[in-house]
């Protein structure tokens, strides 16, 4: 074998990234409508959970899809939640629910406490 090295390669600069400016149309009339602001998600609390559960007890005859709508469209504290999510939370509900007998503090709780 012969003592063959390799020519140094240039690392490759960053990628750009890219700013979450929204770009205005200059020739648009002016609006005082507000652009929809993207969010990350948030988890909801189990209090919101509860009154989610609440509402579909008495609402048995909405799809899923429906419910979701109804939440994002409040008025007053809207919850954003996706259809997904809600389906995992009514497959959760026992558990949810057991968790508030457990301890009546875990309303304002994301997620069960583990201690070890």
Same mark, same amino acid.
């Given at each position: 074998m012969s003592n063959m090295t390799r020519k140094p390669q240039e690392k490759p600069a960053p990628y750009k990234q890219r700013s979450e400016t929204v770009t205005k149309n200059k020739d648009a009339p002016a609006t005082s409508a507000k652009p929809?602001?993207?969010t990350t998600r948030k988890n909801l609390t189990l209090n919101d959970w509860l009154v989610v559960f609440a509402y579909i007890?008495?609402?048995p005859h909405?799809?899923?899809?429906?419910i979701v709508l109804h939440f &994002?469209? &409040? /008025?007053?504290?809207?919850?954003a939640f996706s259809q997904?999510? /809600?389906s995992r939370a009514l497959k959760r509900r026992?558990?949810?629910e057991a968790r508030i007998n457990s301890n009546p503090n875990t309303l304002s709780s994301? @997620?069960? @406490?583990?201690v070890s």
């Open positions: 929809h602001k993207v007890d008495t609402h909405q799809s899923q899809a429906e &994002e469209n &409040e /008025l007053t504290g809207a919850l997904s999510a /809600l026992p558990e949810l994301k @997620r069960p @406490r583990v």
